[in-house]
C-alpha cells in the first residue's frame, strides 16, 4: 500500500512539474526565462508556478504571448494525456505491477488536470484560463468542450482501471480534481492581486 501511494505521490509531482515546464518554456521563449526546466513545485504540491521569471519583461508581453503562456501548462497536459492514453490502451495493465501503476496514475492525473482547467477554471474564469479570457474569450467554447471530453477519458480510466486500484483512483481523482480546481481559482485570484500591484 504504502509503495503505491508513493509511486501515485512521484506521478503527482511530475505531472504538476511537466505543466509547469510547458508555461517555463514559452517564458523562455519570449525572453522572460532562462532555464525552462527550473520551475517551483513544493513538495505539498499546492501553489506551484513556472517562477522564477523575469516579472518585468513577462508584465511587457503581449496579450497574444500571455494567451500562449497561459496554454502552454494545458498543451503539455493534453500532449501526455494523448500520448500516455494510446499506451495503456495498448498494453495489458497488471494490477500488481508498479510500473503499469505509475503510468496509469501518471496519464490519469494529466487527465484530471487539464479537465480541472479547461472546465472547472472555465466555468469560474481563473488560473490559466484567465489569459484565454483576457486574449480571446471565445476561444474558451473549445476548450471547455476539449474538457469535457477530457473528462469522458478520465471516467474511462477510471471504469476500466484494475479492481484493485479503482476505489483508490477514484478517491484521489475526486480530491486532485476539487483541489485543484479550488485552489486554482485562489492562486489565480492572488497572482492577479500581485501583478495588479
Not at 513544493?42 to 513577462?58: C, G, M, V
Not at 474511462?156 to 479550488?182: D, E, F, H, K, Y
Request: proline content about 3%; aromatic content about 16%; glycine content about 6%.
Amino acid at each position: 500500500m504504502i509503495k503505491y501511494i508513493i509511486v501515485g505521490y512521484i506521478a503527482s509531482y511530475l505531472v504538476i512539474w511537466s505543466h509547469e515546464v510547458g508555461h517555463a518554456y514559452f517564458y523562455h521563449k519570449f525572453g522572460c526565462k532562462d532555464n525552462f526546466f527550473k520551475v517551483t513545485v513544493p513538495s505539498y504540491l499546492i501553489f506551484s508556478t513556472p517562477q522564477p521569471i523575469d516579472l518585468n519583461k513577462a508584465k511587457l508581453l503581449s496579450l497574444k504571448e500571455k494567451f500562449i503562456v497561459g496554454i502552454g501548462g494545458i498543451l503539455v497536459n493534453i500532449i501526455f494525456d494523448s500520448l500516455g492514453f494510446i499506451l495503456i490502451k495498448n498494453i495489458e495493465i497488471q494490477a500488481d505491477n508498479l510500473y503499469h501503476f505509475f503510468w496509469y496514475s501518471f496519464v490519469l492525473f494529466h487527465l484530471v488536470e487539464a479537465a480541472s482547467y479547461t472546465v472547472l477554471n472555465n466555468i469560474f474564469v481563473a488560473s490559466d484560463i484567465v489569459e484565454v479570457q483576457n486574449y480571446k474569450p471565445i476561444y474558451r467554447i473549445p476548450l471547455f468542450l476539449l474538457g469535457l471530453v477530457v473528462m469522458y477519458f478520465v471516467i474511462n480510466l477510471l471504469i476500466n482501471s484494475p479492481q484493485a486500484w479503482r476505489l483508490g483512483l477514484i478517491l484521489v481523482t475526486c480530491v486532485l480534481a476539487l483541489l485543484m480546481g479550488v485552489l486554482m481559482v485562489v492562486f489565480g485570484c492572488l497572482m492577479s492581486k500581485k501583478q495588479r500591484d
